[in-house]
């Protein structure tokens, strides 16, 4: 993921939250997502799942290309087919000369 990140600017939006109850009358400090929980502020942070969505779909769509690459390399050799059996050659040079 690190690499995915440099190349995404490093996606974060963990500080989007909606706060669901008051915030204590004496609290001065920063209105950040872990300063308001340690303060007891019952929040709704949705910037975490949006995150995390993300960051499952960049990942998903390099490991869907990464399999699509590798099956393509894979295909591009086909095996030759098997020689034919020595009785099946016969058997067709019997049929040709019977239809003859």
């Known amino acids: 993921m690190p690499i995915v990140s440099r190349i995404f600017g ?3 939006f963990s500080n989007w ?3 669901l109850g008051p915030v ?3 609290y001065s400090g920063p209105m950040t997502y872990e300063a308001l929980t340690k303060a007891g502020v019952p929040l709704f942070a949705y910037g975490n799942f949006i995150t995390v ?3 499952f779909v960049i990942l998903a769509l390099v490991i869907f290309v ?4 590798i099956n393509r390399v894979r295909n591009e050799n086909p095996a030759a ?3 034919t059996p020595e009785d099946v050659a016969l058997l067709r040079e019997i049929r040709d000369a019977l239809k003859k």
């Open 17 to 19: 939250f909606v706060p």
């Open 24 to 26: 204590p009358s004496g």
């Open 53 to 55: 969505a993300i960051n």
């Open 81 to 83: 087919p098997p020689p």
């Open 66 to 69: 990464m399999v699509k690459q």
């Open 10 to 12: 490093g996606l974060d």
